[in-house]
């Protein structure tokens, strides 16, 4: 709990290319396309809220990127986690340049001290469009570290700042190492294709029974090929289920490793973490749609650039006959089959469910190979773009 007069944050004042001059008091300072971020940039490779700004009242600027897309640049660096930002200096969010610069300290006056001398952030004329929306005051309250290995020894850290400086491992690094999905990614692709098979073979078998049903009425088979008949169809689903296991298996520990690598290859933190993308499976209810949203928001992350190729019918194709194909099956398990006709009526339900099961397995295994495409191409860039990734490294 902080006591006495309030701290007076820095002034940030926004322009834009028209030279319109806005003071904000905000930190950190959000830039990207959504309508609510800071500074708004109309520039298709930025990120809905791509970088931001963090000023201190020591006049200090922390620039760090929020895991965009197509990367924030110093220059020729890209940057990882925060960088300490010298001023005056320029950074880049998609193909827009913004300038960093200071403006003069306000001098003392008879309301409050003074106010520090804080950063001018200007768009370059390459923009587009840019616009600015106020929100809300940010503080934090905070104790200086002895530690902070740029800290001015001669400055007298105020009772709050308004960023509390992470600590340096945590700053300039991803929250894990990289390590590719690839092997998870094949062992659930040969699970997912051996159920598949089964499916097909199911449907290939039970084709098979209206004709055995008439041989059996007409008397030209008998017993021992009804019992042969329901032998295979038991050893298929045996095998299935089987198949089944196994396959949810591969492919949540591999969909738990790809999530978990989003942020080490800069496609930003996805909103469910690497345990969510397992455990929202078995979720009653919730795991109709919150699955189906984590491999959508996977997908579309790992895209090489904003906004490309979303793919939506191809998932939405996955999950619907995933869904449908389950439901079907778990509800023919309460279908009576007193007569023939009845027993006929559920074999055909029970095609149709293997039907849908086939094409979702079809459809999983290209979705798997999209994002698993996507995860290498984001890794080999990431491997030859420089980064800036020491703890808080001074650039500019």
Known sequence: MLSGPPTPRPRVTVTDPDGK??????????VGREPDCDLVVDDPRASRRHAQLEVQLNDRVVLRDLGSASGTFVGDLRIAGGVWFTVPGSFRVGRTVLDVRRTPAAARSPEGPAVVAAPVIAAAAMVPAVSAAPVAPYATPVVA??????????VTPPPAVLWAAPSASAVGTSPSPFRSSRTRAIVAMVAIAAAGL????????????????????????????????????????????????????????????????????????????????????????????VPYQ??????????????SDRARPLLLGWWLTWLGGNLIGYLTRFTGSETLDDLKSTITVTMLSDVLNLVAAILAIVLVRRILGRETARAADAASTPVASDPLPIVG
Not at 259 to 285: C, K, L, Y
Not at 297 to 302: G, V
Request: charged share 10%; hydrophobic share 55%.
């Open 145 to 154: 570290s002895a530690a902070d290995p740029v800290a001015p020894s001669a």
């Open 198 to 289: 089964l499916d097909l073979a199911s449907i290939v078998h039970l084709a098979g029974f209206g004709k055995l049903a008439d041989d059996v009425v007409g008397g030209a088979a008998g017993a021992a090929e009804a019992n042969a008949f329901d032998a295979t169809t038991a050893s298929i689903s045996g095998s299935f289920v089987l198949a089944l296991i196994v396959s949810a298996v591969a492919y949540v520990a591999w969909l738990s490793r790809a999530v978990e690598n989003a942020p080490a290859i800069g496609a930003g933190t996805p909103p469910h973490s690497p345990r969510g993308a397992i455990g929202w499976w078995f979720a009653p209810f919730a795991n109709f749609v």
């Open 294 to 307: 984590i491999v959508s928001d996977l997908h579309d992350r790992l895209a090489a650039a904003v906004d």
């Open 21 to 30: 001059t806005t003071a904000i008091e905000v930190s950190p300072f959000v």
